[in-house]
Structures are given as C-alpha cells and as structure tokens.
C-alpha cells in the first residue's frame, strides 16, 4: 500500500512519521512518499519546552526529561522558556537579559560599602528559602506578570537548581501586618538605593503585589511543563553548541523509517496539507514548528482509518 503526501514540507514530513511508526508497530508495510520539494531552512535560537509531539519526532530532548524539547545555541544568544504557553527570553551568558537584571546584578556584585548591607540581606533570604539565584532565573522573573506565577517559577525553578530546602514562603511572608512591616525592612532599601528605573519599578510593584498577595495561593500545583523546566533549566543554560535547524532532525527520522522524497504522486493515496508562510521572529518560527507539526499529527487517526477502509 502507498501513501502520498503534498503541501506543507512539515506537516507533511509530521505526518509519514508518524504513520510509518504506527504501521511498523501493527505489522503493516506501508510505503509513503513526500512529494518532493526543497526543506525549508530555519534556525532557531536556543530554546526550552514542552512537546513529547516534537521529542518523538527527533528533535534534541533534555536528558533529564524526554518530553522537554532542549535547543542548544551560542551561549551569548538568549534563550527561548516556554511556560503556560507563554515564551520568555532569558540570558544564558550570566549577565542578565533584561535592564532591571543588570541594574539588579550591579548592585549585588558592587564593591561599595553602602551596598554590603543590602546584599547580605538578599543572599540570606534566598539561602533561607533554599533559593540559588541564576541571572536567567531574574530575568524569567521580571519578565513574568503575575506575583502568582512569579513565586511559582522562582520556587520551583530556583530550588531546583542546587539549592537545600529551607524554611517556606508562607511562613516568611506570615500575616499581611507582619508582612508590611517585613516589606518595610527589606524593600524599603532597596528603593533608597535604586538609580535604575525599571529595577525600581519592578521593586515597587513587588512591594505592592506582595501586600496583597494571599500566600494560601502558593500550593498550586505544577503543570508538566513546569515540572520538566524545573529539571532541565540548569543544563539548558549549559546547552551551548551550534544552532541547530529542527527541520533536519525531523527528515533524519523520515529516512530512517524507510519514507522517500519523489517528483511527482502516481496512483496511490494521497493527502495535501496547505502551505504555511515561515515567520521571521523567533517565537513565531517556534509557534510555526508546533503549528504545523500539530496539524500533521492530527490527521493521523483519519489517514489510518482511510487506510484500513480501502483494505476491507
């Protein structure tokens, strides 16, 4: 039996993957083709998350979670986090992404006698709350919205870098009065010191998100994207090699399950998908990857049983 596929190059390639593994594991010979046409040529840059759809497919996993897609790149291009389905640039060469993570690092690694204080104050806090800080970790912090989402992500992701548990947010944040006058001790120093607006922003919605904040919010649980970024965030920021094209490791897998490239479809099977236009932003490159190999997936199940009709 043969099977044709025509249009998208990836969600077609998706497709003939994904049922050539599906025939070779009921004992089906199935013979499938991708009409051929050139590969389109991407790079993308270094990027973490979530897809056991792109793993299977080939693509570079963590090695401490095979359903996380890990990219590696130069370590002086920022990388890609993708979290609840949001995307997030961070800095993997240690010094910090984004202004107020500069502004912030400049401070604690400042010689001036005046700012010993205010990093002893920080380190404490951060060892009391098992917390290793990396400047990608900041950089994903202030570059999330919301204090929930914000805690979640420094917790989780923090201590799972090296840090040892310690004792627990909610009982260092304790009730709002306690709280206010934690916050007064603290942060207030912190906007004293500050000359970088954007950190001083971030330090003053802290401040007022914090006030509010209802710490019986923190038991949330992890999504699997957050877990598998919990494991991997350490060895991604290391992940340093030569950018790598996705699209290659996809077709390695095509060719290694027997599927070929022809010039033109004779009689058999045969299913289109609609050609897509290859954005240029970075984030939308990696939305286009999922878009399209989501779109070839999809049509697995009806293609099968198209299949096994023309067999009865």
Request: with cysteine; glycine share 6%; proline share 6%.
């Amino acid at each position: 039996m043969s099977v044709y596929f025509e249009g998208s190059w990836l969600a077609s390639v998706t497709a003939a993957v994904l049922l050539l593994t599906k025939a070779r594991r009921f004992g089906i010979h199935l013979s499938v083709s991708v009409v051929q046409q050139q590969r389109p040529y991407i790079q993308v840059p270094p990027a973490l998350f979530y897809s056991p759809l792109l793993v299977g497919l080939g693509l570079p996993q963590s090695p401490l979670d095979p359903s996380m897609v890990m990219l590696p790149g130069a370590s002086e291009h920022p990388g890609l986090i993708q979290l609840n389905e949001k995307w997030y640039t961070i800095d993997r060469s240690g010094k910090g992404e984004r202004e107020e993570t500069k502004a912030l690092l400049s401070i604690l690694q400042s010689d001036e006698i005046e700012d010993w204080a205010l990093q002893q104050k920080f380190f404490s806090g951060c060892r009391q709350l098992g917390i290793v800080l990396e400047p990608a970790l900041i950089d994903l912090f202030f570059s999330i919205p919301d204090i929930d989402d914000r805690l979640d992500v420094l917790l989780r992701i923090g201590r799972a870098t090296k840090g040892v548990l310690g004792i627990s947010l909610a009982e260092l944040l304790g009730t709002v009065e306690e709280r206010q006058e934690l916050l007064k001790t603290t942060l207030a120093p912190w906007i004293v010191r500050c000359e970088n607006d954007r950190l001083l922003e971030q330090i003053t919605q802290i401040e007022e998100d914090l006030i509010l904040f209802d710490v019986q919010r923190l038991t949330s649980v992890a999504t699997p994207s957050m877990l598998g970024i919990q494991k991997s965030f350490v060895d991604f920021l290391g992940a340093i090699a030569v950018p790598v094209d996705p699209l290659q490791f996809i077709e390695k897998q095509y060719r290694f399950l027997g599927g070929k490239f022809v010039s033109v479809a004779p009689k058999g099977k045969r299913f289109e998908f609609p050609q897509s236009e290859i954005p240029e932003d970075d984030v939308d490159i990696l939305e286009w990857i999922l878009e399209e190999t989501q779109k070839g997936a999809d049509s697995v199940e009806m293609i099968w049983r198209s299949l096994s009709e023309q067999e009865q």
